[in-house]
């Protein structure tokens, strides 16, 4: 059986008719749907155990807190994880780069440089430009080549002896680019730079392993991989997060605190301060689960196999390009299009006319637009729940888009 025939029933939004033709929701990259054991299990958590986390004595506040720290177990094994307080619980991707810019980046003296890539998110571009301003550092990017990939040759002639940071993506949102992490992480490893990845397209769709990929931080959404929103995951390798000064304060995050000092927490709380996303974890633990019992191997695949079908179906219509490396080399589950003589706007909402749901414009990435000569795309992504009759109504629209011009 195919995957998509075994999950679908899952997913109650599905069911749902958009202007008269069933959901076709093509549009996981941005935000994947949720299946029904991660909506059961936060609405189970709140009518039975809510209440706050580590600080209460009574029943349901042992309750929430094993509930909380149960998802940390569940995402480190996910994950490949050393131990537990490696993982820490942030509100998102977005978060967790704001996070490690500000943290990282506080001891860094003006000259130093901070490099990342043009096909980042602006997620990834804009807190390191934020702390660059702040601290009068470099920031520097490095280029993409041909066929969508990143330009290995210009990122060692970047890498400096004043490199304090290399942060780049994993797979990226729009060409799909699955990028050789452990190789930059071990060139930017002889400079001394700390390596931050952003895994949001690449935790719903690869298997992960800490240990392989050898960076030093790696931060993900699990919206984006059938969880709740509210929620993000920031690993770190432990004697970096060791040796990180917080950045935000506030209750959980302290030992013992005077009016002038205080001593922090252990390690993750360190850096989790105020009350967490504690029905968002439970969700995150659901999802996980789902996720696992699937297998991440048959997951990727399942998507690997509806974007090449998307890829080449795309590429085969007169007045359609398709961007990132071609179908043959392996790539996230992304595929970005734009239709000659058409906005990318009007292509998503005649699209949505048809029931089909793609992401269309910057895809916040505007430096890699401007690089690819474009406004914007329109972007089809999948999840399990895809099937490759979902890509043949695609593509039978596209290529109507065509003949209506
Ligand atoms: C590559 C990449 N990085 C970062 C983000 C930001 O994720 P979030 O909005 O969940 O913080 C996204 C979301 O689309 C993304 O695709």
């Known amino acids: 059986m195919r995957l998509d025939e075994v999950t679908r029933r899952d997913f109650p939004v599905l069911g749902r008719v958009v202007n008269g033709h069933p ?3 093509l549009d996981s990259a941005a935000s994947s749907q949720k299946p029904r054991a991660v909506i059961d299990a936060m609405s189970q958590y709140y009518e039975r155990s809510h209440a706050n986390v580590h600080r209460s004595i009574h029943t349901l506040g042992e309750e929430a807190t094993e509930l909380y720290e149960g998802a940390r177990d569940h995402v480190q094994r996910f994950i490949g994880a050393g131990s537990r307080e490696e993982v820490v619980f ?15 980046c506080a001891s860094l003296a003006p000259g130093d440089e901070v490099l990342i890539t043009e096909m980042e998110h602006h997620s990834n571009i804009i807190p390191w430009q934020i702390a660059a301003r702040r601290r009068g550092l470099a920031l520097r990017a490095v280029p993409i080549a041909e066929r969508g990939l990143l330009d290995l040759e210009a990122l060692d002639r970047l890498l400096t002896e004043r490199t ?15 990028n050789p992490v452990a190789s930059i992480c071990a060139r930017a490893r002889r400079v001394g730079a700390v390596t931050v990845v952003d895994g949001a397209q690449a935790a719903p769709h690869l298997g992960l392993a800490m240990s392989a990929l050898q960076c030093d931080f790696y931060v993900f959404s699990p919206h984006k991989m059938l969880g709740p ?23 959980e995050m302290i030992k013992e605190v005077w009016l002038d000092r205080a001593e922090w927490n252990d390690l993750p709380w360190r850096f989790e301060p105020g009350t967490p996303p504690i029905a968002e974890a439970v969700g995150l633990t659901a999802a996980v689960e789902y996720l696992e019992k699937i297998g991440m191997d048959r997951v990727g695949e399942h998507e690997r196999a509806l974007s090449r079908q998307t890829l080449e179906a795309l590429a085969a219509l007169p007045g359609v390009r398709v961007f990132g490396p071609p179908a043959a080399v392996e790539r996230g589950a992304v595929v970005a299009f734009t239709v000659d003589g058409l906005h990318p706007h009007d292509v998503a909402a005649l699209l949505d006319a048809e029931g089909i749901a793609v992401r269309a414009g910057h895809h916040c990435a505007m430096p890699l637009m401007r690089r690819l000569g474009v406004v914007g795309t329109s972007r089809a992504s999948f999840s399990v729940f895809n099937a490759p009759d979902e890509v043949d109504r695609l593509v039978r629209a596209v290529a109507d888009l065509r003949s209506v011009l």
């Open 23 to 25: 959901l076709a929701y």
């Open 90 to 104: 942030t509100r998102g991707t977005t978060d967790g780069l704001n996070l490690l810019a500000d943290a990282l």
């Open 164 to 178: 304090r940071v290399v942060a780049f993506t994993h797979v990226s949102n729009v060409l799909g680019t699955i």
């Open 229 to 251: 929103t509210g929620i993000g995951v920031l690993w770190g390798r432990r004697e970096r997060l060791a040796a990180l000064e917080p950045t935000r304060g506030g209750g």
